[in-house]
Each structure stands twice: as C-alpha cells, then as structure tokens.
C-alpha cells in the first residue's frame, strides 16, 4: 500500500464527515477552534511561540529548483522586527520541474491526492499555536483571532474544498461497458475509461490580511484535483504561506511525490512578479484575493487560466426598526470593531432613514441612533486591554493613512483614535471611526473605503435605503449585507433585493453571531454573482472548473459466429 494511501485510509472518516457536512450545511468542524493545551497540548503554546521565535532572523527552507534571488521585508504591524529571507525561484525552471512532476500526481488518482492532502491539513492543525503566531505578526491580527482564522477555521475552508472536489471527481465512473443494442443486428459494444485531468498549474495569489484562511481553499482545490500549486504571498505576509507549503512539501516527499509540486515564490514590493506569472502560458487557474483593480486585471488580461477572484466591495447594513437598540449596537460595535475592519465582510455602509427608527422603547432619531452605535465602540474601546485584543494592529501604513485622509470626508459621529498596546508599545492600533453622511453623498460612501471607516447614511425611507443598496451593491459589488427591522414585509423585501443583487443576507443579529463571520461548511463566502467576487467558497463550480474528463473508446467486437 502506497503512503498516500496510508495517508488516506488514515483521514477516510473525516473526510466522509466533511462530504456529508457540505451536503447538509449543518455545524461540523474537525479542527478545534478554542487555544486549549487541553486540546492541543499543554506546551503546545509555548512551543508554538518557540517556532515563530525561532524563524526570526532566519533563511526559510523550502523545496526549490533553482534560486533567483532572496526577498524579504516583512515587519510586524505590532513593530517587532521579523528579518525573514526567502528564496524566489526562477520561474522557468520552477514551472519546468512542476509540468514534469504533474503525471505522476494526476496519475495517483483521487483518493491518493485527498489522502495527502488530509494529512497536510491535519499537520496544519497540530501546528496551529506557531501559525497565530505568524499570522499575528505578518496580519496584525490579535492572538485569538489569529489562531482561529489563521488556523482551525482556515483549515476548515481547506477541507472543504477537499471534501467538495472529491465529491466531483467520485461523479466519473472510472469505467463504464457501453451496449447498445440493435434490434436483429449484434449489439454495439464498447468498453469505455474516464479520467478525470487536471487543468495545469494553478498560481493562489494570497492577501495580507488572510494569508491562510483565504488562501487554503484555493491551494487545496487545485491540488486535489491534481494541479500542481505556486503559492505567491504578499510581501507584507508571507511567513504564513511559507509554513503552509513546507509542510506540504514535507507530505508529498514522504508520499513519494516531488516537493514542488506545491511552491512559493515571494517577491518584494519594489519587483512584484505577479502579473509575470498569471500571463505565463503553463499557468491555468489563478486564485486571487485582494483589490478590485488588480483582480479586474487578471479577470481582463489572462485569457489562458481559470480566473477566480474576491475582491473589495461595499458591505451594508439597513435599520429599519428594532426591538432593542442597545443588542443592535452591542453586535454591531463587536462587528465593526474585530480586525479594526480589515475584513472582506466588515459593513462600511449603514442606512438609516433621516426621521429615524422604532423600538419597542420608542421611536429613536437618526442622531440617537447614530449615538448608541458610537457611544457602544467608544465604551468597548475604553478598555484599552480588552479592546487591543479584538482591535488587533492596523496591517498596511497605506491603510492607518487612510483612516486620516476619511476623517474629512463627512460629520464625524466618532473619531478614530490610537490606542498603545500593553505589551507592544509601538503596535498600529486604531479604534473604528463613524462618520455621517447623506443619501446623496454616494461618491464617498458607494467606493469602499478598506480599514475601520464606517459611513452612516441618512436616507429618506426604508424604501429610499433598499433603493441605494440595490444601486451600490450592483455596481460596486459586495459580500455581506445586513438588516434590522421588526416588520416582515421589510425583512421580505430585504431579502428579495439579496437575491436581486445576489448578496448573502443576515436578518436581526443581536447574539453572538456576527454579519462578518462566515463558517465552513455551512456558509458560501461570497456568491459569485455580484462585483465583489466572481467564485464562491466553496460550492461545485469552485472545484470542478479545476479538471477536465478525458475518455476513452474501445471497441469490443461481436463474438465470432460458430
């Protein structure tokens, strides 16, 4: 038995579970999601920070052909000094030594390649401690939001995509004896095989906020299907990338499988490589996440690939009317606060009619309103300690500049401040800034604005707010949307207008739920069907575009006469 098929065997539950998951949509996770030495090992914290410490200052090791160059300028948005170098492989060389490893890995058929990919996640899973650890450091992510998304809950998305591509692949018989009969004339027989082959290289172009749990879908995707993967991380984020696939590469090796058949090449700022690339005629599905500039050029400029993208979009809330105001700003400042809105889901957009709302305490102004969403964030982050955590640090220079630069850009209902982080003085910490906006300031609130930056809008109506989202998310694009009304026919309309403008909608969340969180197995991040995303995490059309069937014919003769 071959050790891909060990391999398999091994994590055949999990992912019959994981099949079964997707197909239900109900809660199911592998991977647990709390920090527990009691789950992970009582040192595994402190070993986990020992790895992380331990890259610091270092040359990374991977699997790679032959060198270009070393590339390295990570700095953590918390200021410690990272140092890491990375080898950039020569890209011709790479795609070389890839095209010539691809037989084999498609030749080893589907449950060889899930096998393998099983246990990387798994491996993955084990080293969850010193993956928050990078991930904090690269992102800015606080530590219990980096060790979910940046861990058990990216996994989670791998596995997914495991589970989904393996359920496309099992729809092609590998065999199949075709009769077709003819009346008084012998029957038409042939014996027919498919095979299901894989597109080619496929490049996952990873972000800097989300290296992995953004990353890992795509990655798993192509290489279950059996495409070999170039992982190209964000210079500003790269370590978690580099972790991710040399555990990959140490799999394939024991598996019997050339290393490179899952690659990093990083690059710097001032040399990006990446358009370099997706142009490359080897390359045949590009996975990207990030701006709507660069993923509309790849959509525009690489005819030979299959083009997946995710890209910016303005997420919205609408408030109709609500049963308490105070749940609605408690979920709504946790919402707007975690990741200090560096999310893909994070509300930029919040309409509120201009003659305000009912509660069941009454009617509230849209001032009023406007003051219990900005006195909830300015309470919660008065707890410098407590809030750092949820905050975490702003990752890009480019987006605390931001910040600055909107402050102008309407009536500042609450100001964004700088918070010092109690171990790490010189951290990038910013508090959420809320700024009031009219209904017909659409230029500043209709283009997304990425960061902690939250506009609300003043609008004629609930009809006027319904108007203004169709009109915005139609053009510009977006992943989430929300609503809070306690009539019906609102909630009804609300819903036809998510499904005008193909949008995934949350109704009324006051609980421990939030708009920008989405769960693997259950939830489609993104739908494909607005601006904001041309593919969807993860459903059919995610994994299948990844491989093609190839048959073949043979005729079987008639039996000779006697």
Partial sequence: MSKAQVFYEAHQGTLEQAVAANRSREFWSPYPEAASGRIYGETANVDGRACFDGYLGTHFELAVPAVAQQVGEEESPYGLALDIRYDRPDTEALIARMQAAMPAWRDAGPEARAGVCLEILDRLNKRSFEMAYAVMHTTGQGFMMAFQAGGPHAQDRGLEAVARAFSEMQQVPHRASWVKPQGKHPALAMEKTFRVVPKGISLVVACATFPTWNTYPGLFASLVTGNPVIVKPHPGAMLPVAISVQIAQQVLTEAGYDPCLVSMVPDSKAQPITKELAQHSAVRLIDFTGSSAFGNWLEQNCPQAEVFTEKSGVNTIIIDSVQSMKAVARNLTFTLSLYSGQMCTTPQAIYIPRDGIETADGRLSFDEVAEALAGGIAKFTDNTEVAVNVLGAIQSTDTQARIDDCANLGEVALASRALEHPEFPHA???????????????????????????????????????????????????????????????????????????????CNLTGGVFVNQSAAFSDFHATGGNPAANASLTDGAFVSRRFVVVQSRRDVPPPAEA
């Fill in 428 to 506: 990038r910490i910013r508090t959420p800034m809320l700024l009031k906006v009219d209904a017909s300031d659409i230029d500043t609130y209709g283009e997304e604005r990425f960061g902690p930056i939250t506009f609300l809008i003043a609008t004629d109506s609930t009809a006027h707010s319904l108007e203004l989202a169709r009109k915005v998310i139609s053009e510009k694009g977006a992943i989430t949307l929300g609503v809070y009304s306690t009539s019906e026919a609102v909630l009804d309309q609300v819903d036809a207008l998510a499904l005008d403008v193909k949008v995934a909608l949350s």
